[in-house]
């Protein structure tokens, strides 16, 4: 009952603030509090239902596009040790698309793994005078990502959280724990080309067919154009792959940032083919 009467109260108060215009005095203020204190205020958030400037994505939009990718597949390709996986959580919006995507296609068997440092941008990496991202922006505690996805409804049992550098997370130690050998759909959603050159690299082995990859941020900040981020990572590793394609599917796509592929992995037929038209 009292949390009840708190959400009209809460939004009350925000209308408050637009009508006097102080929202971006208040999102100033907040992202220059103590870490701890901008993670007890998001949790208030959640519990209140107040989701304004934790949603990154267009829900609606990126549910449409991941049950389109899912309906790729055949249903026995998204059972067992196969997976959803997801670099870059933040609070878990875009997992709790995915949960919902699978529940309406029935493929609710398919595991839901996340990968995150929980401790916001890194520092000191790839910076130049347009880039927009903060070191510690996105700042999101595991705590409040699964309070979160749970407040959206999201079975946490089906989903394996991994906190961590992607340096130091992203071994061959943590794939063998994971249990898992093969990826459905990539979420690339870690904006910086280092941590997509790890990410895309630990995902090698698990990509046994075909995967369809998002890349979220592959024209933010005009990266792409300028042979930076996504873009320039997934490039390099195609070409030291061989064994990988890519078509681009932009049937598939949630937002004009966003970049997806339907990544195969080649027989060893084709690659005779390509090494005997080569010579």
């Avoid at 870490?35 to 007890?40: G, K, T």
């Avoid at 793994?113 to 941008?121: A, L, N, P, R, W």
């Avoid at 996805?149 to 999201?154: E, S, Y």
Wanted: aromatic share 8%; net charge positive.
């Amino acid at each position: 009952m009292l949390g009840s009467l708190r959400r009209p109260v809460a939004r009350g108060g925000l209308r408050l603030f637009d009508a006097l215009r102080l929202r971006g005095a208040l999102r100033w203020i907040f992202r220059r509090l103590p870490p701890s204190m901008r993670v007890r205020i998001a949790l208030a958030q959640v519990r209140l239902g107040l989701m304004g400037g934790l949603i990154k994505v267009p829900e609606r939009n990126l549910e449409r596009s991941l049950e389109a990718a899912l309906n790729l597949f055949e249903p026995l390709e998204m059972t067992g040790t196969s997976a959803y996986l997801e670099f870059g959580v933040f609070v878990g919006t875009s997992m709790a698309c995915m949960s919902r995507a699978t529940e309406r296609v029935g493929a609710t068997d398919l595991r839901l793994v996340g990968f995150d440092s929980f401790q916001g941008m890194p520092t000191g990496e790839e910076r130049d005078s347009v880039w927009t991202w903060q070191p510690g922006q996105l700042y999101s505690d595991i705590k409040l990502t699964r309070a979160n996805l749970r407040r959206q409804g999201v079975p946490l049992s089906r989903v394996t959280l991994v906190p961590g550098w992607f340096k130091d997370s992203l071994t061959h130690s943590t794939l063998h724990g994971l249990g898992i050998d093969r990826a459905v759909i990539i979420m690339m959603d870690c904006v910086l080309e280092s941590s997509t050159r790890t990410a895309l690299e630990f995902c090698t082995p698990l990509i046994r067919d075909r995967t369809v990859i998002f890349f979220d941020d592959w024209s933010a900040a005009q990266l792409a154009e300028r042979g930076m981020g996504e873009a320039r990572a997934f490039g390099d590793w195609l070409e030291a792959h061989p064994e990988m394609s890519a078509v681009e599917a932009p049937e598939l796509s949630y937002e004009k940032d966003c970049k997806p592929f339907i990544v195969s992995r080649r027989t060893a037929t084709d690659l005779a083919s390509m090494g005997s038209s080569r010579t």
